[in-house]
């Protein structure tokens, strides 16, 4: 897999997270009929978000039919505004469509009329958060989540909009202690999912696919346990186990059938696998359902391995022209080893100066910086990215070719092996460039350094870092 990065890990943990912040103010208006009526869908996207699950996306379709009749009607509605327009945020991450983005702040900005934030209404707060997120404007996100926060420090649903929000700065202390704290005020399967995530970025893999098994148990929908067996694969498929990360996504699939990451994961099992027919037929499948630019990428790499340079490009370009935010390190990767290096740099030194310093961001940086002929610089980044806790193939193979082109072979050796270690497929193009470069590095030497070596330089500190 070429990116291991921040969208992946919303549309699997954030998602349900972004309806549930508004979740409590819908109140359907068969409430109080004896007998109660069967649910409708409407109710149903409700009920799961309450709950912070995932609804069905047809059922979440509906919802938001059923507020935009409603508005129309009482369009002084702030409560059922907020609600529509955190339905707009998560559509648009489920479908991977940029247009329902604008939507939801139309939604939202309508709430905050009738409703400003300093009269409260933390529905529509929260809706501007996820929505924030969603663009990739992690640093609005952690400021209209933590004005909730401050406001109301047990509402429960403030808490996965600014674990995704400081994951998205980079500050992964307060994403911990964010979800501490989730799972003091809730439970059930959203508390295990974002307890995974943490695990996972910490580099304790045993524990994480724990707490996502826990997830899968927990799940109240069908939707809401097909991502959780998605996370479950993607867990098996980074520690370079690919059977059983198919399993994991075929049983997804079995829930819901167009599960776009599902069928992502199952593309780039197959391929692991040397299913190359069935990986092409699953990322497609996967990019008709759910268009993001890291699968774009992956797709296109896997293309491009197979020599069908034509499509790889065309992946390449839509990727570049699809419009969706939230991707500046997985475009600038794309840049970097497939377009203008120095193009890649320019984009991620922005990102990084705009405090988006996850380490995501470091490594695509770092990468950038070295294919622009800056490995120096480019080392300082991939440490960063590497010495942050989660176990990367990717990561570790970045740093390990900048480290061979500064001639630091026994770190370069080391980095190289431990990512064909962590996941010997980890990428269709780039696995089988790591087994290269270790093959011309040789075996290491037998003897020890003599005492006239000079011993590394510690790495400088990033640029704009203070101590």
């Given at each position: 897999?070429?990116?291991?990065?921040?969208?992946?890990?919303?549309?699997?943990?954030?998602?349900?997270?972004?309806?549930?912040?508004?979740?409590?103010?819908?109140?359907?208006e068969?409430?109080?009929?004896?007998p109660?009526?069967?649910?409708?869908?409407?109710?149903?996207?409700?009920?799961?978000?309450?709950?912070?699950?995932?609804?069905?996306?047809?059922?979440?379709?509906?919802?938001?039919?059923?507020?935009?009749?409603?508005?129309?009607?009482?369009?002084?509605?702030?409560?059922?505004?907020?609600?529509?327009?955190?339905?707009?945020?998560?559509?648009?991450?489920?479908?991977?469509?940029?247009?329902?983005?604008?939507?939801?702040?139309?939604?939202?900005?309508?709430?905050?009329?009738?409703?400003?934030?300093?009269?409260?209404?933390?529905d529509?707060?929260?809706?501007?958060?996820?929505?924030?997120?969603?663009?990739?404007?992690?640093?609005?996100?952690?400021?209209?989540?933590?004005?909730?926060?401050?406001?109301?420090?047990?509402?429960?649903?403030?808490?996965?909009?600014?674990?995704d929000?400081?994951?998205?700065?980079?500050?992964?202390?307060?994403?911990?202690k964010?979800?501490?704290?989730?799972?003091?005020?809730h439970?059930?399967?959203?508390?295990?999912?974002?307890?995974?995530?943490?695990?996972?970025?910490?580099?304790?893999?045993?524990?994480?696919?724990?707490?996502?098994?826990d997830?899968?148990?927990?799940?109240?929908?069908?939707?809401e346990?097909?991502?959780?067996?998605?996370?479950?694969?993607?867990?098996?498929?980074?520690?370079?186990?690919?059977?059983?990360?198919?399993?994991?996504?075929?049983?997804?699939?079995?829930?819901?059938?167009?599960?776009?990451?599902?069928?992502?994961?199952?593309?780039?099992?197959?391929?692991?696998?040397?299913?190359?027919?069935?990986?092409?037929?699953?990322?497609?499948?996967?990019?008709?359902?759910?268009?993001?630019?890291?699968?774009?990428?992956?797709?296109?790499?896997?293309?491009?391995?197979?020599?069908?340079?034509?499509?790889?490009?065309?992946?390449?370009?839509?990727?570049?022209?699809?419009?969706?935010?939230r991707?500046?390190?997985?475009?600038?990767?794309?840049?970097?080893?497939?377009?203008?290096?120095?193009?890649?740099?320019?984009?991620?030194?922005?990102?990084?100066?705009?405090?988006?310093?996850?380490?995501?961001?470091a490594?695509?940086?770092?990468?950038?910086?070295?294919?622009?002929?800056?490995?120096?610089?480019?080392?300082?980044?991939?440490?960063?990215?590497?010495?942050?806790?989660?176990?990367?193939?990717?990561f570790?193979?970045?740093?390990?070719?900048?480290?061979?082109?500064?001639?630091?072979?026994?770190?370069?050796?080391?980095?190289?092996?431990?990512?064909?270690?962590?996941?010997?497929?980890?990428?269709?193009?780039?696995?089988?460039?790591?087994?290269?470069?270790?093959?011309?590095?040789?075996?290491?030497?037998?003897?020890?350094?003599?005492?006239?070596?000079?011993?590394?330089?510690?790495?400088?500190r990033?640029a704009?870092?203070?101590?």
């Amino acid at each position: 897999m070429k990116t291991e990065n921040v969208s992946r890990t919303v549309l699997a943990c954030g998602v349900g997270a972004v309806l549930a912040a508004t979740a409590l103010v819908y109140v359907p208006e068969l409430v109080g009929r004896t007998p109660p009526p069967a649910p409708g869908p409407a109710e149903r996207a409700a009920k799961a978000a309450n709950a912070g699950a995932q609804a069905a996306l047809p059922d979440l379709v509906a919802l938001i039919a059923d507020r935009e009749k409603w508005l129309r009607a009482h369009p002084g509605d702030e409560a059922s505004w907020a609600m529509l327009g955190a339905a707009y945020t998560e559509r648009g991450l489920r479908r991977a469509d940029a247009a329902d983005l604008p939507r939801a702040e139309g939604a939202l900005k309508r709430s905050l009329a009738v409703r400003p934030a300093a009269r409260g209404n933390p529905d529509a707060q929260l809706g501007m958060a996820a929505l924030a997120n969603a663009r990739g404007d992690w640093k609005s996100a952690k400021e209209w989540a933590e004005r909730v926060r401050g406001a109301n420090p047990k509402r429960w649903s403030a808490y996965p909009v600014l674990i995704d929000a400081y994951n998205g700065l980079g500050d992964y202390k307060a994403a911990r202690k964010a979800t501490e704290t989730l799972a003091e005020l809730h439970s059930g399967a959203v508390v295990r999912a974002r307890t995974a995530q943490v695990y996972r970025d910490r580099g304790w893999r045993e524990d994480a696919g724990a707490a996502a098994l826990d997830a899968v148990a927990l799940a109240r929908t069908p939707t809401e346990k097909a991502a959780a067996l998605a996370r479950l694969g993607d867990l098996a498929w980074e520690r370079g186990e690919p059977e059983e990360a198919l399993g994991q996504y075929g049983a997804a699939l079995g829930l819901v059938r167009d599960h776009g990451p599902s069928l992502a994961g199952r593309a780039r099992a197959f391929a692991a696998l040397g299913r190359t027919a069935e990986a092409v037929r699953d990322w497609r499948a996967a990019l008709e359902r759910l268009p993001l630019p890291e699968y774009l990428l992956e797709a296109g790499e896997l293309f491009e391995a197979l020599d069908r340079d034509a499509e790889a490009q065309a992946l390449y370009e839509r990727a570049r022209t699809g419009g969706w935010p939230r991707a500046e390190a997985v475009l600038g990767l794309l840049e970097a080893e497939h377009g203008d290096p120095a193009a890649a740099v320019r984009r991620l030194r922005a990102e990084w100066a705009r405090g988006h310093r996850s380490v995501q961001v470091a490594d695509a940086l770092g990468w950038a910086l070295h294919r622009a002929g800056e490995p120096e610089e480019g080392l300082e980044y991939a440490k960063r990215a590497t010495e942050e806790g989660l176990r990367s193939a990717l990561f570790a193979y970045h740093r390990g070719e900048i480290e061979r082109a500064l001639g630091a072979e026994g770190p370069a050796r080391r980095h190289l092996a431990e990512a064909l270690r962590t996941n010997p497929h980890f990428s269709p193009l780039l696995a089988a460039r790591a087994r290269q470069s270790l093959t011309t590095l040789g075996p290491p030497p037998d003897t020890l350094p003599s005492d006239g070596d000079t011993a590394p330089t510690p790495p400088k500190r990033p640029a704009g870092e203070r101590a």
